[in-house]
């Protein structure tokens, strides 16, 4: 029962009955070549399979179980821990639980709740001492993982199944290898790092411009300011209303300040005679089909909408076509909101739900009841499907992958629109390869301390089922934030690839001064220090882009053998560098560190830490605990309003430890040359010993004229008094000390 293929020497293809999807995400035609030291294998034993390392046996008992429409497969793993499953609740090491896979939303996010509003059919089983493996179910269907423990079982209503077997031997070899067949995030444009503000809504030009000015006369970095839902005509996609009566001048106003904006567009369409988005997808028939054959029609902002059938290329192409009302007034990137698809109810159940508007004025039956429809809907047995080819596919098939088939769209208005320019899109939802075209946050979170906390596990999930640019809504989005939890969440937020804030309609406001004049220089110094780290959380992009390796990554890939890191779910990793923990808990100044082994430097007063060690650490308000691997690189430039308001900038790159090597990666942040090579990589080494500093700077790459004109080194945490000598590249260099650090500086040309 059940076929083998090998797709190389870490991939392994396994498959049973007649599975069926309506896109595949995988592309295996154009592997990188790995070459295995390991003698990784797929052995059948009669009806079964194990996994072997090495001769030995990881993974064994693999069996499939086939009955009508529903396939699974379970497999023996001793002592398994797993991690991935894309957005998940919860901490991170899955063992034990069972999670459903179908795009969702499903408001309020409590802490069993399960699905959201992305599904990731793939995750990595570790155990120490052995080698971790991934497994990744190819099926847009509905799925499910029961993790019960050392035997566990997943599958997909289909009539077949087929999964494939990645290799490690360590975590991080295994996304690199599953990023390989499902892709990785392009190079986003520059300004997609910084700051980014929003609110539901900032409802009028007049209220958008005042944020934008308010920004720059506090001198808060910031580079994007978002339009939510009032910023259309009647809710009402691809449409200005009344508050942005001249929309072009209005961004235009933005530009000139050095802001980017980014509009929400949602795919239900409201049913208007006269719309014109409406008529012409009308015209080629582009909305989904219920059951009976006619357009189906769902509940949104705007009441009655229809549904762009997202699988058929043509209404990609229209829908791309549709953008044209945003970009052309100067909109620069596109928020991709609803996108599960979210209903709030049809025709069906409209009677149903008025009555119990009526009902009674606490009416939590008629939550009880929104909710059940917004996670249940039976709308989703309803909806029709038509691709390419004229074939029909049921919605349950089709709804994981809407959201992923919308952001393609999304992507086609940008080759449209924007020729040569970078692409923004936030995707609420999605699916495996997902990176490839959008940006993803973790929709609608609270502000709750328990969210804070909450938000570290789901964005580490995400990043290791190959997701990399990520975030969280800064503050929570339902409820009101505390000036206290909005300082801790954007300390934590200034690390996280994605950096917004956004809150709910109703909710106080959250934008930096929001509390007043303290709260706001804790805010404002976090901010700066974000854009002051931009050469290297750049680089950490370039490298999520080139090799898949997640931005924000969990301590456990940095030593799997230690059990201890699998349960860190409040401390995470930024880049190779960067362990950043923190405080997630009210009124509270200090908090337990644990480290991955190897030693760890304070940046606040260069203390040194052991490695598989716990220590008690301070954090007072304005603080939040970060440290750097002994013998790293941390580059700085410095701080501006916006990406990039100034051209010649200087590289600092702060040495820790006496021997240590880093990489630093720049190009123009707005076109594709960088596929062509018009780039820049410079490597920075240092090495010393009695006679002092020896660095080495190597060029490894110069394609494009660069923005870092100066370079200052600064050598962190020594401690002999006197000034030490010295060499770039064998030539004396001079040294000088600020605030108690010896630092030497260059032209960069010197170094060409
Ligand atoms: C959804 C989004 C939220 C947005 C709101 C209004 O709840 O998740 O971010 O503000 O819709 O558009």
């Known amino acids: 029962m059940g076929k083998i293929q090998k797709i190389n020497d870490v991939i392994f293809r396994l498959s049973l009955g007649n599975p069926s999807n309506p896109i595949?995400?995988?592309?295996?035609?154009?592997?990188?070549?790995?070459?295995?030291?390991?003698?990784?294998?797929?052995?059948?034993?009669?009806?079964?399979?194990?996994?072997?390392?090495?001769?030995?046996?990881?993974?064994?008992?693999?069996?499939?179980?086939?009955?009508?429409?529903?396939?699974?497969?379970?497999?023996?793993?001793?002592?398994?821990?797993?991690?991935?499953?894309?957005?998940?609740?919860g901490f991170m090491d899955k063992r034990g639980t069972r999670m459903r896979m179908i795009n969702t939303d499903n408001p309020l996010h409590t802490p069993g709740l399960d699905p959201m509003y992305i599904s990731i059919p793939f995750f990595i089983t570790v155990s120490p001492g052995k080698p971790a493996i991934g497994f990744y179910l190819n099926s847009t269907a509905f799925s499910f993982f029961d993790m019960d423990g050392d035997v566990y079982t997943f599958g997909a209503q289909d009539n077949g199944i087929e999964f494939y077997v990645i290799y490690g031997p360590t975590v991080t070899d295994v996304v690199k290898h599953f990023t390989s067949m499902i892709g990785r995030m392009p190079m986003p444009p520059a300004w997609a790092i910084g700051y980014q503000q929003s609110r539901w809504s900032y409802a009028t030009a007049d209220q958008a411009l005042s944020i934008a000015r308010k920004m720059r006369e506090d001198a808060i970095p910031c580079d994007v300011i978002y339009l939510d839902i009032d910023y259309m005509d009647g809710y009402k996609v691809f449409t200005w209303g009344s508050g942005?009566?001249?929309?072009?001048?209005?961004?235009?106003?933005?530009?000139?300040?050095?802001?980017?904006?980014?509009?929400?567009?949602?795919?239900g369409v409201k049913r208007e005679n006269g719309y014109s988005v409406y008529e012409t997808g009308k015209k080629i028939e582009a909305f989904c089909k219920s059951k009976d054959g006619e357009e189906f029609v769902g509940y949104v902002w705007p009441g009655q909408?229809?549904?762009?059938?997202?699988?058929?290329?043509?209404?990609?192409?229209?829908?791309?076509?549709?953008?044209?009302?945003?970009?052309?007034?100067?909109?620069?990137?596109?928020?991709?909101?609803?996108?599960?698809?979210?209903?709030?109810?049809?025709?069906?159940?409209?009677?149903?739900?008025?009555?119990?508007?009526?009902?009674?004025?606490?009416?939590?039956?008629?939550?009880?009841?929104?909710?059940?429809?917004?996670?249940?809907?039976?709308?989703?047995?309803?909806?029709?499907?038509?691709?390419d080819h004229n074939k029909k596919w049921s919605h349950?098939?089709?709804?994981?992958?809407?959201?992923?088939?919308?952001?393609?769209?999304?992507?086609?208005?940008?080759?449209?629109?924007?020729?040569?320019?970078r692409l923004f899109t936030l995707s609420r939802s999605g699916f495996a390869g997902i990176q490839k075209y959008s940006a993803?946050?973790?929709?609608?979170?609270?502000?709750?301390?328990?969210?804070?906390?909450?938000?570290?596990?789901?964005?580490?999930?995400?990043?290791?089922?190959?997701?990399?640019?990520?975030?969280?809504?800064?503050?929570?989005?339902?409820?009101?934030?505390?000036?206290?939890?909005?300082?801790?969440?954007?300390?934590?937020?200034?690390?996280?690839?994605?950096?917004?804030?956004?809150?709910?309609?109703?909710?106080?406001?959250?934008?930096?001064?929001?509390?007043?004049?303290?709260?706001?220089?804790?805010?404002?110094?976090?901010?700066?220090?974000?854009?002051?780290?931009?050469?290297y959380m750049y680089t950490c992009f370039y490298n999520a882009h080139e090799t898949g390796i997640p931005i924000m990554r969990p301590l456990l890939m940095y030593d799997q053998d230690d059990l201890d890191l699998y349960s860190v779910n409040d401390e995470f990793m930024v880049g190779d560098s960067i362990l950043v923990a923190p405080v997630v808990r009210p009124n509270t100044v200090w908090r337990s560190v644990y480290f991955p082994k190897g030693r760890w430097i304070d940046i606040r007063n260069s203390q040194k830490y052991e490695g598989r060690h716990a220590y008690k650490i301070a954090a007072p308000l304005d603080e939040i605990p970060i440290f750097v691997r002994e013998n790293s690189v941390i580059f700085r430039t410095d701080s501006m309003n916006y990406l990039f308001e100034r051209e010649n900038l200087t590289l600092y790159a702060d040495f820790y430890g006496q021997k240590a090597?880093?990489?630093?990666?720049?190009?123009?942040?707005?076109?594709?040359?960088?596929?062509?090579?018009?780039y820049n990589l410079y490597e920075i080494s240092v090495e010393s010993n009695h006679d002092g500093?020896?660095?080495?700077?190597?060029?490894?790459?110069?394609?494009?004229?660069?923005?870092?004109?100066?370079?200052?080194?600064?050598?962190?945490?020594?401690?002999?008094?006197?000034?030490?000598?010295?060499?770039?590249?064998?030539?004396?260099?001079?040294?000088?000390?600020?605030?108690?650090?010896?630092?030497?500086?260059?032209?960069?040309?010197?170094?060409?």
């Open 244 to 267: 942005f009566a001249n929309p072009k001048s209005f961004i235009n106003k933005l530009k000139i300040m050095g802001f980017k904006v980014v509009a929400i567009v949602d795919p």
């Open 305 to 387: 909408c229809v549904f762009p059938d997202f699988l058929r290329t043509d209404v990609r192409e229209w829908w791309a076509q549709q953008h044209k009302a945003l970009f052309d007034v100067g909109i620069d990137g596109i928020w991709n909101d609803m996108n599960e698809p979210s209903i709030v109810w049809t025709d069906k159940n409209t009677e149903e739900i008025k009555a119990l508007l009526n009902e009674n004025e606490v009416s939590l039956s008629l939550l009880d009841k929104m909710k059940e429809f917004l996670v249940q809907g039976d709308y989703r047995n309803e909806i029709i499907h038509i691709d």
């Open 440 to 535: 993803i946050w973790t929709g609608d979170n609270s502000s709750w301390w328990e969210h804070l906390e909450g938000e570290m596990p789901i964005l580490m999930g995400l990043s290791l089922s190959g997701v990399s640019f990520v975030g969280t809504d800064i503050g929570g989005f339902g409820g009101n934030a505390t000036p206290e939890l909005l300082i801790r969440w954007t300390e934590m937020g200034t690390f996280l690839p994605f950096f917004r804030n956004h809150t709910a309609i109703g909710t106080v406001s959250q934008e930096p001064w929001a509390f007043g004049r303290d709260v706001e220089e804790i805010i404002k110094k976090y901010i700066k220090l974000r854009y002051e780290l931009f050469p």
């Open 24 to 89: 595949n995400v995988v592309d295996t035609t154009n592997l990188e070549s790995v070459k295995c030291k390991y003698d990784f294998r797929i052995v059948e034993n009669g009806d079964l399979f194990s996994v072997v390392s090495n001769g030995e046996e990881i993974a064994k008992e693999i069996g499939f179980s086939l009955e009508s429409g529903k396939t699974s497969v379970t497999i023996m793993f001793p002592n398994a821990h797993f991690f991935g499953f894309g957005e998940k609740m």
């Open 693 to 752: 500093y020896f660095v080495n700077f190597k060029v490894l790459r110069r394609g494009y004229v660069g923005r870092y004109k100066k370079v200052v080194l600064s050598f962190e945490g020594w401690t002999d008094i006197n000034l030490p000598a010295v060499k770039v590249n064998d030539k004396p260099m001079k040294s000088y000390f600020v605030e108690g650090i010896p630092r030497i500086d260059f032209d960069l040309k010197e170094m060409m």
């Open 396 to 421: 349950l098939k089709v709804r994981n992958v809407y959201a992923l088939l919308e952001s393609m769209a999304t992507t086609k208005a940008f080759e449209i629109y924007k020729p040569g320019r």
């Open 661 to 678: 090597i880093g990489r630093v990666y720049e190009d123009d942040g707005e076109s594709f040359e960088y596929n062509e090579g018009k």
